[in-house]
């Protein structure tokens, strides 16, 4: 299979607490990869700035949004793959070239994700659940689902880089993953590895871990209006937007 160091490429923001040993854990399990990877840290305005050895470091002298930041690091991105992640994850050996073989082996696909190990319990996380791989092929039906509700991670999976930028994470602290997703499954077909490529840390300072149901909304609210302003997403999916909504709803109660 192809390999070299002008492949793949990895954008992960940083800032606070997460520049400590959690990032160190995770740039190890990276670096460990049997395909070699290009490391972009975002640093989002640190105090004191990140410095690490062998990466290449944007700054926001400001603190930005969470989805301007991966934006940030995606402009600095000169492989024609990406993979997004967050500094207090770790990737199992092996996860970078089973999803570059699927890119590789199919170019209708625009991104590959894989399943999640929870830390805590290091068993396979609930999500994403396994029943949308049968319709991944059914490309309109999968988008129009995942605008329902998330169906893939598209942090931890590996993306092409043009579509990446063609589609581009909203300005926003939350939602923002969901939001790329969405996008990149009107651009081309999306596929999941059964097998966990991602073992995700759950703990206290996680972004995610105060989110309650008004976060829930919001990021819904994020993808409706990311779908009724992508150009990518055909007119009668955009039609469908009530329907969206009520769905959301439903999944949300």
Same mark, same amino acid.
Request: aromatic share 2%.
């Given at each position: 299979m192809p390999s070299g160091p002008d492949l793949v490429s990895v954008v992960i923001p940083v800032w606070g607490a997460y520049d400590g040993p959690r990032l160190d854990e995770a740039l190890r399990s990276l670096r460990a990869q049997d395909v070699p990877v290009e490391i972009v840290l975002v640093d989002n305005a640190s105090?004191? =700035?990140?410095?690490? /050895?062998?990466?290449e470091i944007v700054r926001s002298e400001e603190r930005i949004a969470l989805g301007a930041a991966r934006n940030l690091g995606l402009d600095a991105v000169r492989t024609p793959f990406v993979v997004f992640w967050d500094a207090d994850d770790v990737m199992p050996p092996g996860t970078l070239t089973r999803l570059l073989e699927r890119?590789?082996?199919? =170019?209708?696909?625009? /991104?590959?994700?894989?399943?999640i190990l929870d830390s805590l319990t290091e068993e396979r996380h609930h999500w994403p659940r396994l029943w949308p791989l049968r319709i991944s092929r059914r490309q309109r039906l999968f988008a129009?689902?995942?605008?329902?509700?998330?169906?893939?991670?598209v942090i931890g999976a590996l993306v092409r880089t043009d579509a990446a930028r063609d589609a581009r994470f909203p300005d926003s602290d939350g939602g923002d993953d969901w939001?790329?997703?969405?996008s990149l499954a009107f651009r081309g077909r999306i596929a999941v590895d059964h097998r966990p490529g991602r073992r995700y840390q759950r703990h206290g300072g996680s972004v995610s871990a105060p989110w309650g149901a008004a976060e829930a909304h919001a990021h819904a609210r994020l993808v409706r209006e990311r779908v009724r302003a992508d150009p990518a997403a055909p007119s009668s999916v955009r039609r469908l937007l009530p329907a969206i909504w009520l769905g959301q709803s439903a999944v949300r109660q």
């Open positions: 105090d004191p =700035p990140v410095t690490r /050895a062998d990466v890119l590789e082996r199919d =170019p209708g696909l625009v /991104a590959c994700s894989a399943t129009v689902l995942n605008a329902v509700s998330s169906l893939y991670g939001v790329l997703a969405v």
